[in-house]
Structures are given as C-alpha cells and as structure tokens.
Nanobody, 117 residues
Framework: QVQLVESGGGLVQPGGSLRLSCVAS????????MGWYRQAPGKGRELVAA???????NYADSVKGRFTISRDNAENTVHLQMNSLKPEDTAVYYC???????????WGKGTLVTVSS
C-alpha cells in the first residue's frame, strides 16, 4: 500500500512563494518518477511538474521558470517550490507516484493553494 501526504498549501499574495511537500510511504512506488498535478476550480487536472526517466524533469509551460521540483531520496519526500505565484495558480495540488510494476499513479488527497490579494 502506498500513501502520499501533501503539506504546505495555504493563502499567499500574488508574487509570493510557497513550498509544497509530499511524504511517500510504502514500497511499490517509484520515487524517481513522482510528480505534482493540480486542479483549478471548474477545470480538469493538469501536470505541473514531474521527474522523468533518467533524472530529468518536466514542467508545464505555465510554471516554467517559477516552479522547481526536488526530492529527498532518504526521506521519500518530494517538494515543489513555487515562486512568483499568480492568481491562476490557485488550485488543489496533488502529489503522485507511479506503481513500480504497473505504472498506475497513486494520488495524495491534495493541498489547496490560493493566490489572492
């Protein structure tokens, strides 16, 4: 069984920063392929950032240059540093990790990020 627990969401003013964290537990997920998705009100879920094969990273065009994904292998933790936040970044942010055998994504329960003045 895999559990993903996100933290770090909250209310921030435009231009501000937040750092999200996700702690993973279990043994059948791939830490090296974890990522973050988000779902804004009235919209579908979209990929924000993720680690890809070979240690590379993939970012949505809308967050490139502002968001950075990182991980701590020893702590089974993935972070998302979000800078220069915009109102359109308001969403529930979900941590994901693929099953190492099937590739099916496990999802956390999400953490709400609200960017507003």
């Amino acid at each position: 069984q895999v559990q993903l627990v996100e933290s770090g969401g909250g209310l921030v003013q435009p231009g501000g920063s937040l750092r999200l964290s996700c702690v993973a537990s279990g043994s059948i997920f791939r830490l090296d392929a974890m990522g973050w998705y988000r779902q804004a009100p009235g919209k579908g879920r979209e990929l924000v950032a993720a680690f890809t094969t070979g240690g590379s990273t993939n970012y949505a065009d809308s967050v490139k240059g502002r968001f950075t994904i990182s991980r701590d292998n020893a702590e089974n933790t993935v972070h998302l540093q979000m800078n220069s936040l915009k109102p359109e970044d308001t969403a529930v942010y979900y941590c994901t990790a693929p099953n190492k055998y099937t590739g099916i994504l496990y999802w956390g329960k999400g953490t709400l990020v609200t960017v507003s003045s």
